[in-house]
Each structure stands twice: as C-alpha cells, then as structure tokens.
C-alpha cells in the first residue's frame, strides 16, 4: 500500500526563530500536509506549494502518533526540498534538508536559504520513507516573506 498524503491546508504559525537566533512574532501564515507512510512507500512526493514563494522558508518535521501527539519512538526520516520549471518535471534543490530522528526527538526543522539552495518557480518537498511501516508525519512551511 502506497503512503497517504493529504493536501495543504494554511494554519497560523504565531512565533517562530528565526535563522539569526531571533524569535519572531505576530500572525505568520504556515502551510501543513501530513504523510502516513508504509514500508513499501520509498520516497514520498508532498504536494507542490500552493503559493509563491518569495524567499527563504522554514520547514519543520513532526512525527505524530494516531492522537496528534508527538511520536518519539519512530524511525528516522529525511527531507529534500526539490524545485520544477514546469510543475511536472522536479529536481532536488537541497537533499538530506531536514532529518527527523528516529527515538530521540520527534521533531525538527532548518531553514531553506534561497541564496544558498536557489530558487525555482515550483517547489514541493519529498519524504525518504524507507523502513517505515506507520509512521504519521506533518510537515510545515513557513514563509519567511509573507504577502
């Protein structure tokens, strides 16, 4: 059975830190999906972004059980934010991005820097799904540039 990966949904992300170490506050849109993975999943394509990004972005990582809470005892995942010209032909922009731990934390998150990274008129991020035979996770954009 292949992974389930809902659409994007917007959320209110309050406060943040910020690449500098700075937290900041106020109303910041965020864009969340989750993934129930399978162990015959392999990698996981998330959904394309469904706003433009404008700059550099937050993506953060939560491995959830089936109540919402966070899971500390699941396996590792790994992140690439990948990019498309044509939103159907898709290239890694930045591979190994965000590593959720396995047992030791159930979370994580780094900072897309589109100096660094680049830029791409699509993104989407893929999930390394390997080994896994039922882990939930909810992956977060937020953007550091908001219209």
């Avoid at 937290?23 to 959904?47: I, Q, R």
């Avoid at 922009?93 to 791409?120: H, L, Q, R």
């Amino acid at each position: 059975m292949a992974a389930t990966v809902s659409d994007w949904s917007r959320v209110n992300a309050g406060s943040y830190v910020k690449s500098d170490g700075t937290k900041e506050f106020g109303n910041k849109v965020a864009h969340e999906y989750t993934v129930k993975l399978t162990s015959e999943a392999g990698e996981v394509e998330g959904p394309p972004f469904q706003w433009p990004v404008l700059g550099d972005f937050t993506v953060a990582v939560e491995r959830l059980l089936d109540t919402g809470a966070i899971d500390t005892s699941g396996q590792a995942h790994t992140m690439t934010v990948r990019g498309s010209i044509d939103n159907v032909n898709w290239f890694d922009m930045a591979t190994g991005f965000a590593n959720c731990p396995g047992a030791s934390a159930g979370s994580a998150f780094k900072v897309y820097d589109i100096d660094v990274n680049g830029m791409a008129p699509h993104f989407r991020i893929s999930t390394d799904a390997s080994g896994s035979s039922s882990d939930i996770l909810r992956i977060t954009v937020i953007p550091h540039h908001q219209i």
